[in-house]
């Protein structure tokens, strides 16, 4: 009479490798010919045993009824039993010939628990004509193996993930609010047929499939997907990691998805991608037989020189012989380049002087040819209001180099002579651009044991901003917002760094490096969940840059790449939030990365000003390897992590973490040295 309301379940019994948990009553057959919007008539079904509030979904297929893409849907409840028919709540789509139908009555409720809602433990769980709903965390799985037939997930964090084996068959999955169906955080494979995949919402990170799990397990998931629909998503079909696999045969991706296609090893065959961008981020060693509708050639077609390119009536590509060096011309730089951003810019929007600069850092990286042969740096000048958006960054580096970088930012130490007057808090600088410093401009000082830059920072101003400035003839005096410190005392050991372009995009990363690329970045504050996710090479350089996590998630996180923190940077990073997220890091590396880093000073401190009790320094996951030199962390619950055949090394680093090491000594094949 009512729902099974608030139920987690653990399903361990070593003894029973199938088990079968079954709904007492459901449906699942094809619609016959009607003419009444939402009612469902097949003239040789028993509806009696059904009732008003039971759950109906229903697929329309593009060819013959199960064996093509479904390209439209909807779910709604009966709201009238008939003898052959049902009648629903939808009030405009007529489930006629070509449709099918799905009910199911046992309705298990998660009561929006943070609890997984089912987890099979070394047996597999097979469910028939089960409606699953309102789940906060897990659906169904997270371990070994899950399989379900005629079965509607509904309203779920994460309805369906499994680490082994996932079948999902003649099912939907409704109004998910994340990544719908996950599997692979160990060598597995699975199938999806005849399922409708529907979003409520794209949000900011969410896949309707996605082949790899988390992107810390270098697995090889391979997923088969056919005759489905999916809709409402940011990315339809998702691999994390190079070896994992995901085929599709007569499935449908509709226009409301952002990214069709994202990541290696992905093939579509007869299947219908209408997603805003059809293609995206597909890198070697991966294949697409169709893109956007158009069928390609086989890959056997190519031989070598060759490249595919379209037919002179743009009919079609081929694979073609094209002159090699043309080519590059038109899509490499031919020259180094300087590239300009002002968000306040009202001028043609090239990008090619400050009158005509760029409005969004965006737009001056997507202005760059796919192949940089030359030095190209992007200036970005100081707004009125931070730069609040997510850059990324995704192009071929060859012999060139990429720089993103502030107008104006300045690096060196305080100036003492002539100073007398400088009260605490203040201090004064000799530069040749100080005229361009102003109130409002962010800056941090960092006081070393012994050698500037080469010793590790013993007292942190965290990053501030500027009060006011006074010219002198021969300096410029600078009042700190907020700091009583005396910056005279022990001058030799004071630096100071002030950036006037700011990055705080609302969510996401700052600025996300993907693939072979190789990006210097010069005098920024950048402010995000986020702040910078290499996958490429990120050279984070010369003291001139900081990081301030103002979400839940990492300074730099870095996969499958190298994150060079070079020529004694400091990483600043400051945790304004009373989440109770777990590990927040300055630095995550995972999946074979590389980082290198010198006189970085690492500090976490929560909304009240005190110590996070739920970050960490530096995490080293998977086969990675990091050498800090010259630092300091403090305010951290943890220092230094490393798990999974990483390896962490460090050289004369203060680290004051309430745990400063994790694990204290070789453990899982990783250490910290």
Same mark, same amino acid.
């Given at each position: 009479?009512? *729902?099974?309301?608030?139920?987690?379940?653990?399903?361990?019994?070593? &003894?029973?490798?199938?088990?079968?948990?079954?709904?007492?009553?459901?449906?699942?057959? $094809?619609?016959?010919? *009607? $003419?009444?919007?939402?009612?469902? @008539?097949?003239?040789? #079904?028993? +509806?009696s045993n059904f009732a008003v509030g039971d759950r109906v979904v229903c697929t329309k297929y593009s060819g013959t009824v199960g064996f093509s893409s479904i390209d439209d849907y909807f779910y709604a409840t009966v709201?009238?039993?008939?003898?052959?028919?049902?009648?629903?709540?939808?009030?405009?789509? @007529?489930? !006629?010939?070509?449709?099918?139908?799905?009910?199911?009555?046992? @309705?298990f409720d998660f009561n929006n628990n943070s609890s997984t809602g089912i987890t099979p433990i070394d047996t597999i769980p097979v469910f028939f004509g089960v409606f699953f709903t309102n789940c906060a965390v897990y659906g169904v799985g997270t371990t070994a193996a899950v399989k379900a037939t005629y079965c509607v997930f509904h309203d779920m964090q994460n309805p369906v993930s499994a680490t082994e084996y996932m079948s999902i068959t003649e099912s939907a999955v409704i109004a998910s609010r994340t990544n719908a169906l996950t599997l692979g955080l160990t060598w597995g494979s699975g199938r999806v047929r005849n399922t409708i995949i529907a979003a409520a919402t794209k949000g900011s990170v969410s896949a309707a499939i996605c082949a790899g799990g988390d992107a810390y397990y270098p697995n090889a998931a391979t997923i088969?997907?056919?005759?489905?629909?999916? +809709?409402?998503?940011?990315?339809?079909?998702?691999?994390?990691?190079? &070896? =994992?696999?995901?085929s599709a045969n007569s499935t449908y991706i509709d226009s409301t998805v952002t990214t069709g296609v994202y990541g290696y090893n992905i093939t579509l065959s007869n299947c219908t991608n209408n997603a805003a961008t059809p293609v995206y981020n597909l890198t070697s060693g991966g294949s697409i037989e169709e893109w956007d509708g158009q069928a390609l050639p086989s890959i056997d077609d190519a031989t070598g020189g060759q490249v595919l390119a379209l037919k002179s009536d743009k009919s079609a590509l081929e694979f073609a012989t094209v002159d090699v060096a043309t080519l590059g011309a038109a899509s490499s730089t031919t020259a180094t380049q300087s590239i300009y951003v002002d968000k306040a810019a009202t001028g043609d929007g090239t990008g090619v002087d400050w009158t005509n600069a760029f409005t969004t850092i965006q737009a001056a990286v997507n202005s760059l040819p796919a192949i940089i042969n030359h030095a190209v740096t992007i200036y970005i000048r100081k707004g009125s209001t931070a730069y609040a958006e997510s850059v990324f960054v995704q192009r071929v580096v060859g012999s060139g180099s990429i720089t993103i970088r502030g107008e104006y930012y300045w690096n060196a130490v305080p100036d003492v002579t002539g100073t007398a007057g400088c009260s605490a808090g203040s201090f004064a600088i000799t530069n040749a651009n100080?005229?361009?410093?102003? $109130?409002?401009?962010?800056?941090?000082?960092?006081?070393?044991?012994?050698?500037?830059?080469?010793?590790?920072?013993?007292?942190?101003?965290?990053?501030?901003?500027?009060? /006011?400035?006074?010219?002198?003839? !021969?300096?410029?005096?600078?009042?700190?917002?907020? =700091?009583?410190?005396?910056?005279?005392?022990?001058?030799?050991?004071?630096?100071?760094?002030?950036?006037?372009?700011q990055i705080a995009p609302s969510g996401s990363a700052g600025i996300t490096i993907t693939q072979s690329n190789y990006v210097t970045i010069l005098g920024l504050h950048i402010e995000a969940s986020i702040c910078l996710n290499p996958k490429g090479c990120l050279n984070f350089q010369v003291n001139t840059c900081s990081l301030k996590l103002k979400?839940?998630?990492?300074?730099?996180?870095?996969?499958?790449?190298?994150?060079?923190?070079?020529?004694?940077?400091?990483?600043?990073?400051?945790?304004w939030s009373d989440t109770t997220f777990s590990t927040p890091c300055a630095i995550t590396t995972s999946a074979n990365s590389f980082m290198s880093?010198?006189? =970085?000073?690492?500090?976490?401190?929560? #909304?009240?000003? !005190?110590?996070?009790? *739920? /970050?960490c320094g530096i995490y080293n996951n998977f086969h990675?390897?990091?050498?800090?030199?010259?630092?300091?962390?403090? *305010?951290?619950?943890?220092?230094?992590? #490393?798990?999974?055949?990483?390896?962490?090394?460090?050289?004369?680093?203060?680290?004051? $973490?309430?745990?400063?090491?994790?694990?204290? &000594?070789? &453990?899982?094949?990783? =250490?910290?040295?």
């Open positions: 009479s009512t *729902n099974y309301l608030g139920q987690t379940t653990t399903i361990q019994k070593a &003894s029973v490798k199938s088990l079968t948990i079954q709904g007492e009553f459901y449906a699942y057959e $094809a619609c016959d010919s *009607n $003419a009444v919007a939402g009612k469902v @008539v097949d003239a040789d #079904a028993d +509806f709201t009238e039993v008939g003898s052959g028919y049902v009648q629903t709540s939808e009030g405009t789509k @007529v489930p !006629t010939t070509g449709w099918r139908y799905l009910i199911n009555q046992t @309705v088969s997907v056919s005759y489905c629909g999916i +809709f409402n998503y940011v990315c339809a079909l998702y691999t994390r990691l190079g &070896s =994992c696999e995901i100080a005229a361009n410093i102003e $109130a409002g401009d962010i800056i941090w000082m960092i006081k070393y044991t012994s050698t500037i830059e080469g010793s590790e920072p013993t007292t942190e101003v965290l990053p501030t901003t500027i009060a /006011s400035v006074t010219p002198g003839a !021969t300096y410029t005096t600078i009042a700190v917002t907020g =700091c009583t410190d005396d910056f005279t005392t022990d001058t030799a050991k004071w630096a100071y760094h002030i950036v006037k372009t979400g839940t998630g990492h300074a730099i996180l870095s996969q499958f790449g190298t994150c060079g923190i070079n020529d004694a940077s400091p990483l600043r990073t400051a945790m880093g010198r006189a =970085c000073l690492i500090s976490f401190k929560n #909304a009240s000003g !005190t110590p996070n009790t *739920n /970050s990675t390897f990091c050498r800090l030199q010259y630092s300091s962390i403090v *305010n951290t619950a943890i220092g230094l992590k #490393a798990e999974h055949n990483s390896t962490i090394y460090k050289v004369g680093v203060r680290n004051a $973490a309430t745990t400063p090491l994790s694990p204290a &000594s070789s &453990s899982d094949g990783a =250490c910290i040295v």
